[in-house]
């Protein structure tokens, strides 16, 4: 299983950014693909996830309504969308998959996962 995440680089604060996981390896059907981001000297955090089986999607607060996460699973590729992008938003971006469909509760946790991706970088800065 491969998680190949790219997108990411320099936006001025405001800016717009999509990154792009290509999953492959991996029947994306019944899984569970989330967006994660790590800032410097800040513990990894959930930020997006969508369940492929129904689509049911669950964002952290600090994005919800900037970000959006989408599939295109003819592709096998989950996509993040984050407008309005502020500088607390710098980190490097990662993507994690599971083959289980996840209840809601457990969508943004770290520990659902099973594979990850590399990780892109994204800086909000001016």
């Known amino acids: 299983v491969q998680l190949q995440a790219s997108g990411g680089g320099l936006v001025q ?14 029947t994306l059907r019944s899984s569970t693909i989330g967006w994660f ?40 590729t989950v996509y993040l969308q984050m407008n309005s992008l502020q500088s607390e938003d710098t980190a490097v971006y990662y993507c994690a998959a599971t083959p289980r469909g996840l209840i809601r ?13 590399q990780g892109t970088l994204v800086t909000v800065s001016s």
Request: charged fraction near 20%; aromatic fraction near 10%.
């Open 13 to 26: 604060p405001g800016g717009s950014l999509r990154l792009s996981c290509v999953v492959s390896g991996f």
């Open 37 to 76: 981001r790590q800032a410097p000297g800040k513990e990894r955090e959930g930020v997006a996830c969508i369940r492929q089986s129904d689509g049911s999607t669950a964002y952290a607060s600090s994005v919800r309504g900037r970000f959006t996460i989408s599939r295109d699973n003819a592709k096998n």
């Open 105 to 117: 509760s457990w969508m943004l946790a770290i520990q659902s996962y099973d594979y990850w991706g």
